[in-house]
């Protein structure tokens, strides 16, 4: 299926926001994560299911200075 990840078109066979998250290597609980705008809390990722063009937006923090 066709998504667009933090501004990036991708094509993905996930079905679900965890298994995209799992097929792009995001792991960790300090993920937060956002679809067509909306907030998707990390004990729903796994039930969320994806659509054909989902805006899906990925935060992780960064370190530096």
């Known amino acids: 299926m066709q998504l667009i990840v933090n501004g990036e078109a991708l094509e993905n ?3 679900t926001l965890a298994a ?5 290597d995001y792991e960790g609980d300090w993920l937060a994560t956002a679809v067509n705008s ?17 805006r899906i937006e990925i935060l992780s ?5």
Do not use: I, W
């Open 13 to 15: 066979d996930a079905t």
């Open 20 to 24: 995209l998250l799992a097929a792009l």
């Open 38 to 54: 909306d907030l998707v809390h990390k004990a729903n990722r796994a039930e969320f299911l994806l659509s054909e063009g989902d």
């Open 61 to 65: 923090p960064m370190q530096g200075g």
